[in-house]
């Protein structure tokens, strides 16, 4: 068979097209950035009772991430079929878009897994991670590190002083910092960076520490917090243009109750995590087919797509 140049340009091109496609055609279909940097803000262990609880005991009607663009539910399972995800495999989903079994941190069955912090600094984009929990813990760990459990702290550390993150601020170096006022020293460093972009992941991680110990006093006011970093960013990022925000939770802690009999009626029915739905709310990025949105539910890994579209990163699947 003989092909004219032009036929055989043409048959090249659609042979090009269908192994692009095969490999990332999960990614091709991200929509164009409207804008350049994300924060996403982790209430770990924050389910919707958490949330509801907040607002009963504070007396406030909504809380400043009730006021962003969309709320939604978060689906948190991992691999470990018949438990709870952990922060580990919970926020590997977020990080890396993909599931792995509890206690992997960005790696699963000897194979490091690309987290989204890697892929923002390949695109010469700034990455923050801040937390109110020790920087080694699962959460921050998975934006910063791969190692098979989240219990090897040493190696996690290693790897995130080794690692090009342009800041790690953890409960070691907050001092008496509040986490609205780490979020907006981590905003002026990562813009004084004058990247392309910025990521950076803000988590409160005592949302979870206090409902394990069962106490709603000092989880509430984590997570008040946490909602007053949440509306100062909200206020800096309407200011710019630029910014999309994204606030969720890794999975509810505590299988929290509100009821009847007395004001402020609220207790744990367990301590430990619960395999409940989580809100997500999001700001200048849309929740859409792209993210696998259906009955107003997403599945963690969308997160990651969620972050990758808002930082407009090319994915290699
Ligand atoms: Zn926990």
Known sequence: MKFTKFTEKFFLCVMVAVVVC??????????????????LFIGDGMGFNHIQSAKIQSGQNTLAMEGLDTAAQNRTSSLSVGWPTDSAAGAT??????????????????????NI?????????????????SITGATPAVFSSHVDDRSMESEIARQQSNSDIDLLMGAETR??????????????????????????????????????SGDIASMIAELLELDEAIKYAKEWATARGDTAIIVTADHETGGLEIGEGKPNNTWYTSPDHTAVNVP??????TLDANHFISNNTIDNTAVFILLATCLDLKISA
């Open 175 to 212: 001092g008496n910092m509040t986490i609205r006022e780490m979020t907006a020293y981590a905003l002026d460093f990562l813009v004084a960076k004058q990247n392309t972009g910025f990521f950076l992941m803000v988590e409160a991680g005592l949302i979870d520490k206090h409902s394990h």
């Open 22 to 39: 095969s490999s990332m055609c999960v990614f091709s279909v991200l929509p164009k950035a409207r804008v350049k940097n994300v924060i």
């Open 117 to 133: 912090s890697e892929y923002a600094i390949e695109a010469h984009k700034s990455v923050g991670i801040v937390t109110t929990d």
């Open 280 to 285: 997500i709310f999001v700001f200048r990025v």
């Open 93 to 114: 989903a977020f990080a890396c878009g993909q599931k792995v079994y509890n206690g992997n941190v960005g790696r699963m069955n000897g194979n490091d897994i690309k």
